[in-house]
């Protein structure tokens, strides 16, 4: 009995909730673009390249942005570029770490259009005598739904948690 009466209100609040509709200018599905970062030594710091593969079925207009992290020696730097579909495009940026530099992440954002969809976190770590990227994790960001129905919930500080918890593993690993 109550079964049927659970399944009955399930169904009756997936009727009264709106319809939810994500800006136009981000990828049709979430793992349409695969985010990640490599790294070479180069003549007096290191060189990241971050990888964006766009899986989808459309271009789309992206910008990227690394907030300047002075102990690790990376200026600030946004850069836009156009992801074709089916195509991967890197972006290079350089850095000069410092000489005592062990651990340290790199935040940026990722934005599609005027959307702001993804974080960008970078891990380097020193290995030996050489700084590298050891791991990217690029989460979904709070997006403000044109319909937002009672039953949306966003969890933008969860998210952030996982990505700070997942990077800080990877990097005392």
Known sequence: MIRPLFAGMFAACLQTAPAQHKP???PDNYRDIQIYATSVPSDNGIGLTIHLRNRGD???QARLNLDANE???FPGITSE???LAGTTTRWDVSGVPPPGLQREILHGN???GETRARELFIALQRIGNVVKAVGTHAPRVRI???AVGPFV???FNQAKEQAQKALATALNQ
Request: charged share 20%; proline share 0%; hydrophobic share 65%.
């Open 24 to 26: 136009a200018d981000l």
């Open 110 to 112: 990722v934005w599609f």
């Open 58 to 60: 459309r271009a789309l």
């Open 153 to 155: 919930e966003h969890t």
């Open 81 to 83: 570029m156009v992801l």
């Open 144 to 146: 403000e739904l044109v």
């Open 71 to 73: 102990a690790a020696g």
